[in-house]
């Protein structure tokens, strides 16, 4: 099992920044793999950014140049630096781990962004 706890959600303006933290209770050395997602109202959930082994990184085509997702395996916990801030990136975010090749879910935190 894994558990998956988020914090630094809340009201942003656009242009802002906002930097979202997730607790990890395994080492994420021992995770397949590792990111946050997003969800925004009437939307599916859709990938934001995920972090590999090696540093190996990939971005949602919209968040890319203005989000950095980074990992700390010291503290196992996964961070998402959100910079330059637009209203479309309004949604809950969520914490994401495959172990053994299961899905973890954290239970997400609010981003709304004011205009």
């Known amino acids: 099992q894994v558990q998956l706890v988020e914090s630094g959600g809340g009201l942003a303006q656009a242009g802002g920044s906002l930097r979202l933290s997730c607790g990890v209770s395994r080492s994420t050395f021992s995770l397949n793999a590792l990111g946050w997602y997003r969800q925004a109202p009437g939307h599916k959930r859709e990938l934001a950014a995920i972090?590999?082994?090696?540093?190996?990184?990939k971005y949602e085509d919209s968040v890319k140049d203005r989000f950095t997702i980074s990992r700390d395996s010291a503290e196992n916990t996964v961070d998402l630096q959100m910079n330059s801030l637009k209203p479309e990136d309004t949604a809950v975010y969520y914490c994401?781990?495959?172990?053994?090749?299961?899905?973890?879910w954290g239970q997400g935190t609010q981003v709304p962004v004011s205009s």
């Open positions: 972090v590999g082994g090696g540093g190996f990184t």
């Open positions: 994401h781990a495959v172990y053994n090749y299961r899905n973890f």
